[in-house]
């Protein structure tokens, strides 16, 4: 994969560039500002999906229709301008990097609302939405180029595990078709004008092998590749992932993909992830990125850590050299990214251990 050219070589050639000046800033949660308009069953259906069910689709005419309300993917269709606000106001903050609201738009997880047909088209209006955010606000700081991270999320089911305790060796997914649904995606992504390609909150390393593997073959297809990102997420305080790898571990099962970055988000607050993050930066030869949740959920499944509390701890972060990028997941806001930023300004980026960057991107 890696002897393939740049699909967008004068946009990673800017990244690479701003890697290794300064520590970039990735976004915050999209759920978390999606939840702030408190859109009813209407609003998520819109125009096109009134009834639950697609009525620009043909083998949707008679379909008897299904809640839609929780289906955040959808509203990159439904409402669009919602979304671009939400990129908008995370750009307005410093964010360097912007994530497609793509989180669940393979037909895996759109299974749950029957819209399984829609996993291209969200994707490709995921990145078109993200992009046009993202050039808009270069414009305005050139200085400051923005940049798109396509995300693959890690699908609602483990190719590692088994859904019955009774039955440890049943599997409800293949690694085919897990590849088949990243590659529809992906492609997707890339069709949008994605910048890079996140295979994010990952709790089954074999589920992101999937993914890596749909992503190298769609490149070579295309003939042309996009850097890579790979974030993990320990899932708990006993410092493993949900397929029981450690840190370190799940950096050497993914290292063979040649990643620009590797990272850990989601699951755990900024205080309870620095080991994990620490270790990746001492084992990584590619760039280091974070982006935890505002702490720990309380009782109602709220995050209480302001943007203040949580940029004491990644300035931390930043200061002892552990950080190439960083950001923000469940419970963050703008407010968090903004707060931040500015904790990190005026530290260096973590260096490479005495590797090319582009070798390793």
């Known amino acids: 994969m890696s002897a393939l050219p740049w699909l967008h070589p004068d946009r990673v050639a800017l990244l690479d560039a701003a890697l290794r000046q300064r520590i970039l800033i990735l976004d915050g949660g999209m759920g978390t500002m999606l939840q702030g308009h408190r859109l009813d069953e209407e609003g998520f259906r819109g125009e096109r999906f009134v009834e639950g069910r697609d009525h620009a689709h043909e083998a949707h005419h008679d379909h008897p229709g299904c809640d839609l309300k929780g289906n955040n993917d959808l509203l990159t269709l439904t409402q669009p301008a919602i979304i671009r606000g939400v990129h908008e106001a995370y750009l307005e903050a410093g964010a360097d990097l912007v994530e497609t609201n793509t989180f669940n738009s393979t037909r895996i997880s759109q299974a749950d609302y029957q819209l399984e047909h829609l996993a291209h088209e969200l994707n490709l209006e995921g990145a078109r939405l993200a992009r046009a955010a993202c050039d808009a606000w270069t414009a305005k700081t050139p200085h400051q180029p923005r940049f798109v991270i ?133 084992v990584a030869d590619c760039f280091v990125s974070t982006h935890p949740n505002a702490g720990l959920p309380n009782a109602f499944g709220e995050y209480d850590e302001t943007p203040e509390q949580m940029a004491a701890v990644i300035g931390g972060f930043a200061r002892d050299g552990l950080l190439n990028l960083v950001g923000g997941c469940c419970g963050t806001t703008p407010a968090h990214i903004k707060a931040i930023a500015e904790a990190v300004r005026d530290c260096a980026p973590r260096a490479l251990p005495s590797i090319d960057a582009a070798e390793a991107a």
């Open 150 to 282: 396509g995300v693959l999320g890690p699908t609602s089911r483990t190719a590692s595990l088994s859904p019955d305790v009774n039955d440890p060796g049943f599997r409800n997914v293949t690694f085919e078709e897990l590849a088949a649904n990243y590659t529809e995606a992906a492609a997707g992504l890339i069709d949008g004008g994605a910048d890079l390609i996140m295979v994010e909150t990952i709790f089954d390393t074999l589920n992101a092998k999937a993914a890596l593997f749909a992503i190298s073959e769609l490149f070579r297809e295309r003939g042309a590749r996009l850097p890579v990102m790979i974030s993990g997420t320990i899932t708990d305080r006993s410092g493993r992932t949900l397929s029981g790898q450690t840190a370190e571990a799940f950096y050497y099962s993914v290292a063979h993909a040649r990643p620009l970055t590797v990272g850990l988000n989601c699951a755990l607050g900024a205080a309870d992830l620095r080991p994990h993050v620490q270790t990746l930066a001492q």
